[in-house]
Structure formats: structure tokens, C-alpha cells
């Protein structure tokens, strides 16, 4: 009975915490010395607004290329490009909302 409710509580909490971007993005990131957070504000800073940086993301993340990306030369040299996403539009929509939801500063400054 306890294995039971064990296994159940795990399977359950493993479900509910990990939506789209935490299965897909964080894995990749999580070693690496720049944070998702570090890169987020490397691209609002350079294409300011929601639409533009959710749409240069998505063209990044499906067309990945040194010229497209905001890294440095020397952290693209020492971990390369990323791989084309797996993700379809949808989710890659919806990962990309959360990440823009996670890190937006807009509604946080006060």
C-alpha cells in the first residue's frame, strides 16, 4: 500500500512540474555557465519587444545559425549551435510563452 501511494505521489508530482519548456529547453541549458534567464535578457536587449523576440526565437530555434545567435564567439566555439528543435509550431509556441512568461520584466518592475 505505501509503494503504492509512493509510486502514485512521484508519477503525479513528475506530471504536473514539468510542462513543455521544462522538459525541452532546461535539460540543454542547465550546464552551461549562461542562464536561460542571462540569454533572455540578451535578447530583449537587443529586439525589445514581446513580438519581436518570441519571433526571433522561433525562427533561431528552427533555423539555428552563429549569425542568428546573441552568444559570444568564444561560448559558440566552446559549446556550438544548438540543433534544430524537434518541436513542432505549437509547441514550440508554447514553450517559448513560458519562457517568455518565466522571465518577463514588464509586469515585475514597479
Known amino acids: 500500500m505505501v509503494k503504492k501511494i509512493l509510486i502514485m505521489l512521484l508519477l503525479g508530482s513528475s506530471v504536473q ?51 542568428l545567435s546573441l552568444m559570444s564567439d568564444l561560448f559558440i566555439d566552446t559549446y556550438g549551435i544548438k540543433n534544430t528543435t524537434k518541436l513542432n509550431n505549437d509547441e514550440l509556441d508554447e514553450a517559448i510563452n513560458i519562457y517568455w512568461e518565466k522571465f518577463k520584466v514588464f509586469d515585475k518592475l514597479k
Not at 510542462?19 to 542547465?30: K, S
Request: hydrophobic share 30%.
Open 17 to 67: 512540474a514539468q510542462n513543455i519548456y521544462e522538459r525541452n529547453c532546461i535539460p540543454c541549458h542547465r550546464n552551461m555557465p549562461t542562464s536561460l534567464q542571462q540569454m533572455f535578457m540578451s535578447y530583449l536587449a537587443a529586439y525589445s519587444g514581446e513580438d519581436n523576440v518570441k519571433t526571433i526565437l522561433k525562427y533561431y530555434l528552427n533555423h539555428p545559425t552563429k549569425s
